[in-house]
């Protein structure tokens, strides 16, 4: 090779290297934003969009963890390791350990982030999608969007349709659930507190055809999602199936038995009650999660038609 072609070679990677990187336009909750193509080094500050970046086989540089490496499960850590570096708490992310990463992307919550949202994006192309009072459906194509702007439409297109096996078929063990009033409530020692039919957990219950005795609101507020209640406000509701998440054991619906206003929940006559992790049902949203959460349910379903 003459030394004339390899000098035109070098120039021209040299060029090559000079061009800005290809952007993709990105539209979500608060705007548009222009997101590098294929970003490498990724902060997410919800556990769904660690869902979303495991569900198509990308790691994240950081995650608001809220300080607890163990709030990734091991279905995300067995795809994403454990390398990341944790950012803080989910509610209130540090901005200075985020900029320390040098992110070329931020995911971000609407209802947590809209605050800081100015300030992130000063870091990084910020992407703001509603986590924490989203359905289920919302959570999906938030996912697409995501895989979208990290350049895998391929693999969560491929995803996705296992994941529509996937919940298909545990919805066929499941079977014709419209006889049963089903309940998804978090104990956390000092009050109760249940998912609507407008929340995650409550509109994947729905999906699986589950009837709810509460209201479902006009609006999408988080208290409207996840309604903090009293022993008296859970009698009328009154569902044929609890499904609790106690984060304290006793929790504070330890302290009912016996009184008749509990006693007399046809779920608790019935000896219904069944607890499941809290963590992952109350926390966790989209693609594995609700994977999870489906199975679990599956089994519940199992006992109660025995």
Excluded: C
């Amino acid at each position: 090779m003459s030394i004339k072609s390899i000098l035109v070679g070098l120039a021209g990677a040299m060029m090559l290297a000079a061009m800005p990187v290809q952007a993709v336009e990105i539209t979500h909750d608060l705007g548009t934003t222009e997101v590098p193509d294929a970003p490498q080094r990724i902060v997410v500050l919800e556990y769904s969009f660690v869902d979303t970046l495991a569900a198509v086989g990308v790691s994240p540089v950081g995650i608001a963890d809220d300080d607890t490496r163990e709030s990734i499960i091991p279905a995300y850590t067995a795809i994403i390791g454990d390398e990341w570096t944790s950012v803080g708490l989910r509610r209130e992310p540090s901005l200075e350990l985020i900029a320390s990463l040098q992110p070329d992307l931020i995911i971000a919550d609407t209802s947590r982030h809209e605050a800081i949202y100015g300030a992130l994006s000063e870091i990084a192309p910020t992407i703001v999608f509603d986590s924490l009072t989203g359905t289920y459906e919302v959570a999906i194509e938030a996912a697409k969007t995501i895989a979208h702007a990290v350049g895998k439409d391929a693999e969560m297109a491929a995803r996705l349709a296992e994941h529509t096996a996937t919940m298909d078929a545990f919805k066929a063990e499941v079977g014709d659930v419209s006889d049963l009033s089903i309940q998804f409530m978090i104990d956390n020692g000092e009050g109760i507190f249940l998912h609507s039919p407008v929340s995650y957990n409550g509109s994947l219950l729905a999906w699986f055809g589950f009837k709810s005795n509460m209201p479902t609101p006009d609006g999408h507020t988080y208290s409207e999602a996840i309604v903090q209640t009293s022993l008296e406000q859970l009698s009328e509701i009154n569902p044929s199936v609890i499904l609790r998440g106690k984060y304290t054991d006793p929790g504070l619906t330890d302290s009912w038995v016996g009184q008749p206003l509990y006693d007399n929940l046809d779920a608790v006559k019935n000896g219904h009650v069944y607890d499941v992790i809290a963590h992952e049902w109350s926390r966790l949203r989209g693609v594995l999660a609700s994977e999870v959460s489906a199975a679990n349910l599956v089994e519940i379903i199992k006992q109660i038609r025995q």
